[in-house]
């Protein structure tokens, strides 16, 4: 069983920064594509970045390219969303997850194990 788990939200004020975690076990982590996805209440889950199985190629949606940046570290199984200037509508829980692939893709439907995700709030 593929598990993730993720880890580093909280409550933030506009402006500051907070690095999101997600430690991976039960599978093969360097294989995975990984992708951050968000979802505000009333809203649907909206993609945010994701990254290649080697690293070499990252993704971002529109809303946070420029200031979140994802990164992995295959040999910690763990995958990182470092966001910055972070903003009001920001807020939302953080969702991990993987996909069995070379590319990560954008769309939610695409990705075969999730986390259950953390909450980030950001203050005006």
């Known amino acids: 069983q593929v598990q993730l788990v993720e880890s580093g939200g909280g409550l933030v004020q506009a402006g500051g920064s907070l690095r999101l975690s997600c430690a991976v076990s039960?599978?093969?982590?360097?294989?995975?594509?990984m992708g951050w996805f968000r979802q505000a209440p009333g809203k649907e889950r909206e993609f945010v970045a994701a990254?290649?199985?080697?690293?070499?190629?990252?993704y971002y949606g529109d809303s946070v390219k420029g200031r979140f940046t994802i990164s992995r570290a295959n040999a910690k199984n763990t995958v990182y969303l470092q966001m910055n200037n972070l903003k009001p509508e920001d807020t939302a829980v953080y969702y991990c997850?993987?996909?069995?692939?070379?590319?990560?893709?954008?769309?939610?439907?695409?990705?075969?194990?999730w986390g259950q995700g953390t909450q980030v709030t950001v203050s005006s």
């Open positions: 997850a993987a996909e069995v692939a070379i590319l990560p893709a954008s769309s939610a439907d695409e990705y075969d194990y």
């Open positions: 039960g599978g093969t982590f360097s294989s995975y594509a």
């Open positions: 990254i290649s199985w080697s690293g070499g190629s990252t």
